[in-house]
């Protein structure tokens, strides 16, 4: 978190570094921080690209707990990008977190876990999610993997 606070001291219009520190303080558990550095990620996201302002959009939209607008945010920005790997990521801990609360199993994140484990197959956070599915699906192969 340190360092991208650093960054966006140092150039307070670097969008992409109060991006990467919400997720830094999503990840430390400092929610306010977190939320405050999507929504300047957000607003300051105009000399992006449309694709990673769309990305910025959709994480804000996630921050702000308005989980069924991000999801949908971020099946759009896949539509458009399939091999954005960070929306794939949001949206699989979207179906696994949030799907629950809507009536939904959490099984239902299984195709976006082994979409982000395509790009990246030691993702911890991905791999943890999936082994539970798994288990929960009695799936002792995958498990095991």
């Known amino acids: ?20 520190l919400s997720i830094a303080a999503e990840w430390s558990f400092a929610n306010r921080t977190s939320v405050d550095a999507a929504e300047t990620a957000a607003r300051l996201s105009d000399r992006l690209s449309q694709r990673d302002q769309r990305i910025l959009e959709a994480y804000r939209l996630r921050r ?37 609360l809507h009536g939904q199993s959490f099984t239902e994140s299984r195709s976006t876990l082994e979409r982000v484990l395509e790009f990246d197959p030691r993702h911890a956070t991905a791999l943890i999610h999936y082994a539970r599915v798994a288990a929960y699906e009695r799936d002792s192969v995958a498990v095991d993997s």
């Open 1 to 20: 978190m340190e360092s991208f606070r650093r960054a966006t001291q140092e150039d307070s219009l670097f969008a992409l570094a109060y991006y990467r």
């Open 64 to 100: 702000l707990g308005r989980n069924q607008e991000a999801a949908v945010r971020y099946r759009s920005i896949l539509g458009t990008y399939p091999d954005e790997m960070e929306a794939w990521l949001d949206l699989s801990e979207i179906v696994f977190h949030v799907a629950p």
